[in-house]
């Protein structure tokens, strides 16, 4: 059975002029030229370009390294050069705003982390609460306890079987949407760490009627819109803001990412908002090498993007071919589309029903690693995920071997996942995370109120967050995943959850 993978995404209209401007990588240009002039450099960073004298930085990666990690607002890089009112940095901020179609864009050096906070700060000034996604990624918890935002929360489909933790419809939206008024944002996590996509083009639609703008986690879609077979990215579907972690797949360097301002009804009011919140949360010394390596990936994504991202989505089309073919694993495809949120899937990623095939998820990726220095992204109890960057290629017959290779072996039940039903709210989560907390065993715990966000993985959605009670249910749940051989507890006092923080 043959799933629709991506959708055709709308391209950017492509021109000569247009495809010149992308060809170009002002800042990494820029950095290099600077690095070529051969400063005598005396301020900060303190190696200050000298190799000889640092030979272990040196070495890391060549002493070229020292030369591009140049102080942070260099004239003719980061500002503009004596004379001129343009800066190479703000000319590959407008390529990037022309190649994702955002209004504006701005560059993060601490990853999409950054840009969540940053957007928690920034939409506090528009209402005290926002329509959250149960399962968003930790910063955006985080982001809420420092701005002070209420969170509402619409819950996420699940697959109780691979243990995977899916997106959220429209109509659960609306719903949220309809029953806490005057929210902030609707902020949504597409696509999922498993590659599934949620609707936004419905969710935008939603989410305007509303009156409100939507935010979307996208990164785990950075490249997407680049190339027909990819979903279309957020932007395109008309989403407000999107937080875009362009090192996952996108090809830029590690904590590097980018923070998209859509042209949509809330740019003007979001924008000033963004402005100042970056300013809060953003260093004060940017990583050159970081900035250079997102205008790169960005150049490479444009430019490249049919040949490059259509050889990766070729592979791993390949490597799941090869294995349906072989018929050892079930393709488990059909399983995520059957969710009612999924309408497409990132063709980059592939998941392999490892069990189907008499090995846990866990147990392949550790013989993978073992026997074959093969490293994936992720595993449960059930499956493996792994991923092929935009422009990477994947050696389909070794993997496909390595995996047609993993020994055989008895398997215990493996029972679904059943969620425990989240907890009433005791209080506030910031006025929580603020408060006195005492660390006490776990069956004390029980009818206290968390101080701590914990979250069993798999699947990965928050089971409790500060501010709400802890009751037998969930404990049993944290420490029956927390004692199996594949699942741990994210923000727990320790690895078994034998004990908790509560509010004293
Ligand atoms: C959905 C989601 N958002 C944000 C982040 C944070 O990204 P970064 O590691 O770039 O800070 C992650 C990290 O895995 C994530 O999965």
């Known amino acids: 059975m043959t799933l629709p993978r991506g959708r055709p995404a709308k391209r950017l209209d492509r021109n000569v002029t247009q495809d010149d401007r992308q060809a170009r990588a002002p800042y990494a240009e820029a950095l290099q030229r600077n690095a070529d002039e051969g400063w005598v450099r005396l301020g900060v960073p303190g190696h200050q370009d000298q190799p000889k004298h640092h030979p272990a930085l040196a070495g890391l990666a060549g002493p070229e390294l020292l030369a591009v990690d140049i102080p942070m607002f260099t004239e003719g890089v980061d500002l503009p050069a004596p004379g001129e009112t343009s800066s190479p940095l703000l000319e590959a901020l407008e390529l990037a705003a022309e190649a994702w179609g955002a209004r504006r864009t701005w560059f993060l050096t601490d990853g999409a982390s950054q840009g969540n906070h940053v957007t928690c700060l920034a939409l506090r000034s528009l209402s005290p609460h926002a329509v959250v996604q149960r399962s968003v990624h930790t910063s955006v918890i985080d982001g809420a306890i420092l701005a002070g935002l209420r969170l509402e929360f619409v819950q996420p489909s699940v697959d109780s079987v691979l243990g995977i933790a899916h997106g959220v419809t429209a109509a659960a939206v609306d719903e949220q949407l309809t029953a806490h008024p005057g929210a902030a944002a609707a902020y949504i996590v597409t696509p999922s760490y498993f590659g599934a996509c949620a609707d936004i083009d419905a969710i935008v639609e939603v989410a305007h009627r509303h009156g409100v703008p939507l935010v979307v986690d996208e990164a785990w879609g950075s490249h997407f819109g680049f190339h027909p077979e990819l979903p279309k990215s957020a932007l395109q579907s008309g989403a407000d803001l999107v937080i875009s972690s362009t090192h996952k797949l996108g090809g830029s360097l590690t904590q590097s990412a980018m923070l998209h301002l859509g042209e949509g009804p809330f740019a003007d009011q979001l924008e000033p908002l963004i402005v100042r919140a970056m300013t809060t949360f953003g260093t004060t010394s940017p990583s050159g090498i970081l900035y250079a390596s997102l205008d790169l990936a960005r150049r490479d994504l444009y430019l490249n993007g049919i040949p490059g991202i259509g050889a990766s989505i070729a592979d791993v089309e390949h490597l799941r071919e090869v294995l349906n073919a072989k018929g050892r694993y079930a393709d488990p495809d059909p399983s995520i589309h059957a969710a009612p ?26 013989l993978l690693e073992e026997r074959n220095r093969i490293h994936v992204e992720m595993a449960t109890g059930t499956c493996i995920v792994g991923l092929v960057g935009a422009g990477s290629r994947l050696d389909v017959d070794y993997v496909a071997a390595a995996l047609h290779d993993l020994p055989e072996q008895d398997l215990g039940a493996h029972p679904p996942i059943h969620l425990p039903a989240n907890a009433p709210r005791q209080m506030d989560l910031r006025d929580a995370y603020l408060s006195p907390t005492e660390i006490v065993p776990a069956a004390q715990a029980v009818g206290r109120t968390s101080a701590d966000s914990l979250a069993a993985y798999p699947p990965g959605v928050a089971n409790v967050l500060p501010g709400e009670l802890i009751t037998q249910e969930i404990l049993d749940f944290l420490q029956d995943t927390a004692r199996s051989p594949y699942g741990w507890v994210r923000g727990s006092v320790d690895p078994a959850v034998e004990r908790l923080r509560v509010i004293a």
Request: charged share 25%.
């Open 341 to 366: 949120d999924v309408i497409a899937l990132d063709p980059l990623r592939f998941v392999v029903d490892t069990r189907s095939g008499g090995v846990p998820g866990y147990v392949a990726r550790r």
